[in-house]
């Protein structure tokens, strides 16, 4: 019998690649609705990783929210953060080196008052 562990890391590796993909290759509505699931994801795995005692890495996952691919358009913008503030939330998830600091430089030369609030609620959870 596979573990929850096993499933969930599994499907986390298959999710990681398309994600990319997503990311890499798709329009701003694709890439859009790629962190508006991502964040969904996060906020729906919350009690499966309390229960795994940290046993599940998402940090594969967390490694696509770093590094701006469209950040003309304010909803990508919005959804990416969105996205790192589920992810923060998450008990015993590491957080990518890099993040800290480019959420930082991020707010600091964000423009819409929505994605700086966003910003600055994930900012507060790093310290």
Request: proline share 2%.
């Given at each position: 019998?596979l573990?929850?562990?096993?499933?969930?890391?599994?499907?986390?590796?298959?999710?990681?690649?398309l994600?990319?993909?997503v990311?890499?290759?798709?329009?701003?509505?694709?890439?859009?609705?790629?962190y508006?699931?991502?964040?969904?994801?996060?906020?729906?795995?919350?009690?499966?990783?309390s229960e795994?005692?940290?046993?599940i890495?998402?940090?594969?996952l967390?490694?696509?929210?770093?590094?701006?691919l469209?950040?003309?358009v304010?909803?990508?913008?919005?959804?990416?953060?969105?996205?790192?503030?589920?992810?923060?939330?998450?008990?015993?998830?590491?957080?990518?080196?890099?993040?800290?600091?480019e959420?930082?430089?991020?707010?600091?030369?964000?423009?819409?008052g929505?994605?700086?609030?966003?910003?600055?609620?994930?900012?507060?959870?790093?310290?």
């Amino acid at each position: 019998m596979l573990s929850l562990t096993t499933v969930l890391g599994e499907y986390v590796e298959q999710m990681t690649g398309l994600l990319d993909q997503v990311f890499q290759h798709g329009g701003r509505q694709v890439i859009s609705t790629g962190y508006e699931e991502l964040r969904a994801f996060f906020t729906r795995v919350d009690p499966w990783i309390s229960e795994s005692s940290g046993e599940i890495s998402l940090t594969a996952l967390a490694n696509l929210l770093t590094g701006e691919l469209d950040g003309s358009v304010e909803s990508i913008r919005k959804g990416r953060a969105e996205a790192i503030l589920a992810y923060l939330k998450l008990p015993t998830q590491g957080v990518p080196d890099t993040l800290t600091a480019e959420l930082r430089g991020w707010r600091s030369s964000e423009r819409s008052g929505g994605v700086q609030r966003v910003l600055d609620e994930a900012l507060q959870l790093l310290g």
